[in-house]
T-cell receptor, first 113, second 111 residues
Framework: KAGVTQTPRYLIKTRGQQVTLSCSPI?????VSWYQQTPGQGLQFLFEYFSETQRNKGNFPGRFSGRQFSNSRSEMNVSTLELGDSALYLC????????????FGPGTRLTVL | EDKVVQSPLSLVVHEGDTVTLNCSYE??????LLWYKQEKKAPTFLFML????IEKKSGRLSSILDKKELFSILNITATQTGDSAIYLCAVEASGNEKLTFGTGTRLTIIP
């Protein structure tokens, strides 16, 4: 069974640009959660999607948005990038919304110059 | 605001030693506490704890939760170099079902 995949793995952008990251969950998983990981703040929850609906949202500005498609694949968008958005963005999928069955992808390393 | 604090921030021990990692939390409507191991990129799930005093064990790793004192510990006995990683603690609150993570403990095992 293929694991969670994320694309791209690495990305370099400049301030003010926007970026879209993609996450393909494990086949059959309907929940996708997104996290931002930085050395200073650690792992922070961004949002969770289940069956194309955003169910939970963390404390991030509106520049961070996401969506989920009917095949459970999810995208995360960040508009008007800031230097502080440089981070590892992780997504995780689970069958339902059970965190002990949550599997993480390898992450997308975003660098904002 | 929910808060998770892990200590120590980093730890260096020799192979064969036993280590104890700490996680304390302040959260409204606690639901569960989870431990993850992060070696390179993706965290991998270790334990989920919901009840006080019941030890969860997997090989050389074990964990226990104290809901009265609001903390959990993760023990690793007879450490090996493969245990070198960042260990993350996260708390789930009911009502919003989001995870709040601590900043992690970086464990380094010296051969």
């Amino acid at each position: 069974k293929a694991g969670v995949t994320q694309t791209p793995r690495y990305l370099i952008k400049t301030r003010g640009q926007q970026v879209t990251l993609s996450c393909s969950p494990i086949s059959g998983h309907r929940s996708v959660s997104w996290y931002q990981q930085t050395p200073g703040q650690g792992l922070q929850f961004l949002f969770e999607y289940f069956s194309e609906t955003q169910r939970n949202k963390g404390n991030f500005p509106g520049r961070f948005s996401g969506r989920q498609f009917s095949n459970s694949r999810s995208e995360m968008n960040v508009s008007t990038l800031e230097l502080g958005d440089s981070a590892l963005y992780l997504c995780a999928s689970s069958l339902l919304s059970s965190y002990n069955e949550q599997f993480f992808g390898p992450g997308t390393r975003l660098t904002v110059l | 605001e929910d808060k998770v604090v892990q200590s120590p921030l980093s730890l260096v021990v020799h192979e064969g030693d036993t280590v104890t990692l700490n996680c304390s939390y302040e959260v409204t409507n606690f639901r569960s506490l989870l431990w993850y191991k992060q070696e390179k990129k993706a965290p991998t799930f270790l334990f989920m704890l919901t009840s006080s005093g019941i030890e969860k064990k997997s090989g050389r790793l074990s964990s226990i939760l104290d809901k009265k004192e609001l903390f959990s510990i993760l023990n690793i006995t007879a450490t090996q170099t493969g245990d070198s990683a960042i260990y993350l603690c996260a708390v789930e609150a009911s009502g919003n079902e989001k995870l709040t993570f601590g900043t992690g403990t970086r464990l380094t095992i010296i051969p």
